[in-house]
């Protein structure tokens, strides 16, 4: 939640060139290809505002102080503001995208907040948790603060400590001693960054808890909540560990822990390029990203095997006795990676014979979990920031838990404290509503439970290598579907109107139902559940009325257990009291159209891994629905991208 970014570049002298379209007019790029620092936060924020969109705003250090400009509401609003009062052009800079926790989406709660008499500018990622109690210090020192945030509070005791350093005729850097004293006086969860005045040339940023990477350039530094908000001007990055500082300047990068002690990060290379993370002629990034879906899963099957047709993860670097001596799975996840969890559990119990159980991140930790040392616990997470899965990540390893995280964003803070971690190769999801990330996630799960099996002696080479060439399969089935999806788009624009859609699924069609239904939930803002079609006589089956659609994910006739026939029952059941089905089939399973309103057919495939196909008609039908109803698919209301707080 929130985006932030921060820059500072040295002058080489200045031109006249206009960056962009975010924020016309607004600043520089000198002739030498100098950046505005203007330029950079805005095209930073126009890439994190996937993180939150309440309000947006700037701040940059000018020949007259500090200058800020800040907006409820979306970028837009923000670029309008810069193009009616134009800032000065400068080398130092600070912006934020909000998603609010403490107080409304208005201009006067939008960051950055002033402090010091306006000479110190602030902006937050995070909760305070201890503003209140700081706020009454503040306020009896004579301070007064004019917003509802916690961070206002944040950049008061961080000009307070400042001005004490000031009067009390300390030399140096002060800005960072200042940080580095108020960060030891929150708590709660925060990355926070500042500029003053009198130290142009200078951000200094402090992080527990919170998102925050180092960018590296020449002559100039970034600061970026991931890699998206300077990936326009750098692939150089560093992660930083916990409860550090760090000061950038034109040429150098100084990372202190919260008392000063010089702290180390880790440089990586970032793979992403800028043009991954556009929309490549689609009208939304969810379009592109369900687009990319083929590229998605078969990036993650990438490079996973040797010659010889053996899996090898080499990113596992968890020992292999610990890995044979596992004897129970738990999949911690949230919303969609959650359901990748949940599809996974059916592949990982009947490949590896190991009990898995799935349980979201935030109820895992509080009801006192049985896990021990042989217990591997998987985090699943395409952001690795969720903190209610990191979290509970922290609480498994202190329990000896092993955790290997699902993730799909290097550098970012869940992969960093578990044990180990199976990339997916997605490539950056902006979208909210997630969609690659989900066939991702599954793909790299099922590789783990491969893997697992492969080590535990439970499949045989051969079996092995059936189910990689079925999963290398998948992305041209993938493509197919994406290639004759005009049918489900029409009807998802039909259904505008519907008030609430069921989804029904059993088996791993049971949670792909329920991912069906979240979709439209976060997109469209209407009814929608996903129930094991099994459960519907035990009581939702009296939802049914004249005119209900419901979504039914039809298990393969060829699937074992009778489970179509059954699934079939159920859709003739619910068709007796008035609904309007509409099912998503196998190709060839001709018994379905007697039953259907509607039906759509994906690729044959094994049971296992149907939910690689079965979901991407579910993601275009609620696409086209919330398209029709004309809302922001890529970023719908009340929603952050990367759930950073609890
Ligand atoms: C899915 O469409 C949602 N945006 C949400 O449920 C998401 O999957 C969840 O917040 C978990 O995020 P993560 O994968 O980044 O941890």
Same mark, same amino acid.
């Given at each position: ?12 002298? #200045? ?52 200058? =800020?400009?800040? %907006? ?46 306006? %000479? ?8 305070? $948790? ?68 009198? #130290? ?26 991931? @890699? ?13 560990? #916990? ?34 993370? $556009? ?28 010659? =010889? ?20 799975? +738990? ?25 898995? $159980? ?43 838990? /092993? ?14 404290? =578990? ?39 439970? %499949? ?40 609430? +859609? ?9 949670? @792909? ?17 996903? !129930?094991?079609?099994?459960?519907? /006589? ?29 699934? @079939? ?17 196998? $190709? ?30 579910? #993601?275009? !039908? ?25």
């Amino acid at each position: 939640m929130c985006g932030i970014v921060g820059y500072v570049g040295r002058d080489r002298g #200045q031109g006249s060139s206009v960056l962009d379209s975010v924020a016309p007019a607004v600043d520089q790029e000198s002739a030498d290809g100098q950046h505005g620092a203007l330029d950079v936060v805005m095209e930073g924020l126009r890439r994190l505002e996937y993180r939150g969109y309440d309000s947006a705003g700037v701040a940059v250090i000018t020949a007259d102080g500090i200058e =800020s400009r800040k %907006k409820a509401g979306k970028l837009t609003n923000l670029v309008e503001e810069l193009a009616a009062d134009p800032l000065p052009r400068s080398l130092t800079g600070i912006g934020h995208t909000r998603w609010a926790t403490h107080g409304g989406p208005t201009d006067q709660n939008a960051h950055p907040h002033l402090a010091d008499g306006g %000479k110190l500018a602030l902006i937050h990622n995070g909760i305070i $948790e201890n503003y209140a109690e700081l706020k009454a210090e503040l306020t009896g020192e004579g301070l007064t603060f004019l917003s509802d945030t916690d961070t206002e509070v944040a950049a008061g005791l961080v000009g307070y400590l400042y001005r004490g350093l000031v009067e009390s005729g300390a030399q140096g850097d002060l800005l960072t001693l200042a940080l580095q004293q108020a960060c030891q006086r929150l708590h709660g969860a925060f990355t926070l960054l500042a500029i003053h005045q009198d #130290q142009p040339g200078t951000v200094v940023a402090g992080r527990r808890n919170s998102p925050l990477v180092v960018g590296l350039g020449d002559g100039e530094n970034f600061l970026g909540s991931d @890699v998206s908000g300077f990936i326009d001007f750098t692939r150089r990055a560093v992660e930083l560990g #916990q409860d550090q500082i760090v000061t950038i300047t034109p040429d150098d990068v100084t990372i202190t822990d919260f008392f000063g002690a010089p702290a180390e990060g880790t440089e990586f290379h970032v793979s992403w390029d800028a043009a991954a993370a $556009e929309k490549g002629g689609f009208e939304s990034f969810m379009e592109k990203e369900i687009h990319d879906q083929p590229d998605a899963v078969g990036q993650t099957l990438l490079g996973r095997s040797d010659v =010889s047709g053996r899996l090898v993860l080499d990113e596992l670097r968890i020992d292999e006795s610990i890995l044979r001596s596992v004897d129970k799975i +738990v999949v911690l996840a949230c919303g969609t990676s959650a359901y990748a969890g949940q599809v996974a559990k059916y592949a990982i119990e009947h490949w590896c014979r190991i009990p898995t $159980e799935v349980e979201l991140s935030h109820e895992f930790r509080y009801r006192d979990p049985i896990v021990n040392e042989k217990t591997l616990v998987v985090a699943i997470s395409q952001s690795g920031e969720t903190m209610d899965t990191l979290m509970a990540v922290r609480y498994a390893r202190e329990q000896g838990a /092993k955790v290997v995280a699902i993730c799909n964003t290097n550098g970012s803070t869940i992969p960093r404290e =578990s044990d180990a971690v199976l990339y997916t190769h997605a490539g950056p999801e902006i979208a909210v509503a997630s969609t690659k990330a989900f066939l991702a996630q599954i793909t790299a799960a099922y590789l783990l439970g491969l893997y697992l099996a492969q080590l535990r002696g439970n %499949k045989f080479r051969d079996e092995i290598a059936d189910v990689l060439a079925d999963l290398a399969e998948i992305p041209a089935k993938i493509q197919a579907i994406l290639d004759d999806a005009e049918k489900i788009k029409q009807l998802g624009a039909d259904m505008a109107n519907a008030k609430s +859609v069921l989804f029904l699924g059993r088996h791993v069609g049971f949670p @792909v139902a329920m991912e069906g239904a979240l979709k439209l939930k976060e997109l469209a803002y209407i009814h929608a559940e996903g !129930f094991a079609a099994g459960e519907l /006589k035990h009581g939702p089956i009296a939802l049914i009325e004249e005119g209900q659609p419901v979504v039914v994910v039809m298990p393969s006739p060829r699937a074992r257990d009778s489970l179509h026939a059954k699934v @079939v029952s159920n859709v003739q059941e619910i068709r007796a009291r008035g609904a309007v089905t509409i099912v998503i089939a196998e $190709e060839g399973d001709t018994s379905v159209a007697a039953y259907s309103e509607h039906v759509f057919y994906v690729p044959a495939s094994p049971t296992l891994l149907a939910p690689l196909l079965t979901t991407v008609p579910l #993601q275009i !039908f609620a696409l086209a629905l919330a398209s029709a109803k004309g809302y922001d698919v890529d970023q719908p209301r009340n929603l952050a991208k990367s759930v950073t707080v609890e």
